[in-house]
């Protein structure tokens, strides 16, 4: 299983950036799929997942991050909008297992500066 992400680079605070993350070698359209960040000196963290339609977002993000899937494709977007200098971090995205934490990618860099 591979989960190969794209999208990642520098952003202005308040603006936008798009995260996709392309899975191969299972398909994962009954299954958990989400986002994961990590920021320098913090713990992983649950940013969005999505199961069976139903998403889960962390309360810094709500409002402001939609994550979506596309089963045909076998693939998770992370839309980030108003972006701020907290969302900084290495997003990762993640697939499969009872919390999204089966299958993992290798990382993108998100800076918001």
């Known amino acids: 299983v591979q989960l190969v992400e794209s999208g990642g680079g520098s952003v202005q605070v308040g603006g936008s950036l798009r995260l996709s993350c392309a899975a191969s070698?299972?398909?994962?359209?009954?299954?958990?799929m989400g986002w994961f960040r990590q920021a320098p000196g913090k713990e992983r963290e649950s940013v969005a997942t999505i199961y069976d339609d139903s998403t889960y977002y962390h309360a810094s993000v709500q409002g402001r991050f939609t994550i979506s899937q596309d089963k045909a494709k076998n693939t998770v977007d992370l839309q980030m909008d108003r972006v701020s200098a907290e969302d900084t971090a290495v997003y990762i995205c993640a697939a499969g297992g009872t919390f999204c934490d089966q299958y993992w990618s290798q990382g993108t860099q998100v800076t918001v500066s």
């Open positions: 070698g299972h398909r994962f359209s009954s299954a958990c």
